[in-house]
């Protein structure tokens, strides 16, 4: 049965991932807003980090058109949520299953990919890239062509509906998502659980919160998230690596995992507290992210001999 009040608030850093940053059911957001102000304020996690009809297909009936969110982003955050609960029970020993372990990395991958300036910028390449063809598809075109007909396969690809050209969107955004090779990576690396003493600063988290090396093969390569004021998720192949980081001066690791999380935010910075509100105002955005949806579209535009 289809809903009389599809869901348009779509979060792109969800609600059981804030919530581990809750005091009193709410944390502590840091907005920066016009003239680049940072703002504080206490939230509930359900009323920050989401932006309305982020992933709605246009051009479907309302119904239809916030499907993604409610097929893809509901479920894959559902599973995450579980699988964060394994590592907060278990840290290192958590008892994986492929499911479980699958479901954490789909949900890494998808904050990589979800944020509103990757969903923009892909629309706006798809939309614009939507009518590219080849020589040969042109051709073919041709030999089928009825007297009717656009007169090029490009010129038929520009002239279908709004619909059509977003579902065809949110298909290859689909594909993106479960990037097999990524993915199969990251499951394969050896995963580990920092729990930071109450010795050293609180962890941050942000709308960018998400740290990688630019290679996530080799010597030191590796992906990590806090997942907690306490808690840091990372993963390695070097397991060399992650040993040293364990073994690291907390205070020091903190620090520079906080700073990469607050300079790289657009939007949002989120604490337990306010003992860092002076740290986050100095260093919010300084240092923005590359973003993965920017060097997959570049990616593109060179292999069709483009600049990026």
């Known amino acids: 049965m289809k809903s009389d009040n599809p869901p348009i608030k779509h979060h792109y850093i969800p609600a059981f991932y804030l919530s581990r940053w809750a005091d009193s059911g709410k944390v502590l957001e840091y907005a920066k807003v016009y003239g680049g102000k940072v703002v504080s304020k206490g939230k509930a996690p359900e009323a920050t980090g989401f932006q309305e009809r982020l992933y709605e297909m246009k051009g479907h009936d309302p119904d239809t058109a916030q499907q993604f969110e409610e097929k893809y982003f509901k479920p894959v955050d559902t599973m995450a949520a579980d699988a964060l609960e394994l590592l907060y029970r278990h840290g290192h020993a958590a008892p ?3 499911k479980s372990r699958t479901a954490w990395t789909r949900f890494m991958l998808s904050l990589l990919l979800r944020c509103p300036e990757d969903i923009q ?3 706006d390449w798809w939309h614009e890239d939507f009518g590219r063809t080849t020589a040969k598809v042109e051709s073919d075109y041709q030999s089928k062509r009825k007297p009717n007909d656009p007169g ?3 010129k038929y690809l520009v002239g279908q509906p709004m619909a059509v050209k977003e579902a065809y969107m949110f298909k290859t955004l689909n594909t993106l998502l479960e990037h097999d090779s990524v993915g199969t990576l990251i499951n394969e690396m050896q995963w580990r659980i920092l729990e930071t003493s109450a010795s050293a600063p609180l962890l941050l988290t942000s709308d960018r919160p998400v740290i990688r090396t630019a290679s996530l093969r080799g ?3 590796h992906i990590a998230l806090p997942i907690g004021p306490r ?3 990372i993963a390695s192949h070097d397991t060399r690596f992650l040993d040293e980081l364990l ?3 907390q205070t020091t690791l903190v620090k520079e995992i906080n700073l990469q999380v607050v300079e790289g935010a657009v939007r949002f ?6 003992s860092q509100t002076r740290f986050i105002v100095n260093r919010f955005g300084n240092s923005p992210q590359t973003r993965l949806m920017e060097q997959i579209i570049c990616r593109r535009r060179a292999s069709d001999n483009a600049d990026c």
Request: no cysteine.
């Open 96 to 98: 994986w299953t492929a």
């Open 121 to 123: 910028a892909f629309r």
């Open 152 to 154: 090029t396969f490009s």
């Open 219 to 221: 010597e030191r390569g």
């Open 231 to 233: 808690l840091l998720f």
């Open 247 to 249: 073994r690291a001066d």
């Open 269 to 274: 910075v989120f604490s337990k507290d306010g």
